[in-house]
């Protein structure tokens, strides 16, 4: 079985950094890409960033691309999302994404359960 914890999300002021992770966990599981989602309130589900596990290769959406950061830890099955230069319309609910044989695109296979990133101005 494969679960997908997320940590980091919170509140922070506009300009202002935050780091998410993403852990993995069930037996021997090694996605082929993952990444991260968000979902603003009265809006659709959005692809932010997601990483190919063995490559590295990244994508971003333009709306984040030389703010955010996605980047992976093999070892510790686990993916992070640096977040700078934060913006009010980043405020989201953030989640994380794995895909088993594909690259992160719906269908999703597994999902975490959401953190919440609130931007003030």
């Known amino acids: 079985q494969v679960q997908l914890v997320e940590s980091g999300g919170g509140l922070v002021q506009a300009g202002g950094s935050l780091r998410l992770s993403c852990l993995a966990s069930?037996?021997?599981?090694?996605?082929?890409?993952m990444g991260w989602f968000r979902q603003a309130p009265g809006k659709e589900r959005a692809l932010v960033a997601h990483?190919?596990?063995?490559?590295?290769?990244?994508y971003y959406a333009d709306s984040v691309k030389g703010r955010f950061t996605i980047s992976r830890d093999n070892a510790k099955n686990t993916v992070y999302l640096q977040m700078n230069s934060l913006k009010t319309e980043d405020t989201a609910v953030y989640y994380c994404?794995?895909?088993?044989?594909?690259?992160?695109?719906?269908?999703?296979?597994?999902w975490g359960q959401g953190t919440q990133v609130t931007v003030s101005s």
């Open positions: 994404a794995a895909n088993r044989f594909r690259v992160l695109a719906s269908p999703v296979d597994y």
């Open positions: 069930g037996r021997s599981f090694r996605p082929y890409s």
């Open positions: 990483i190919i596990w063995s490559a590295g290769n990244t």
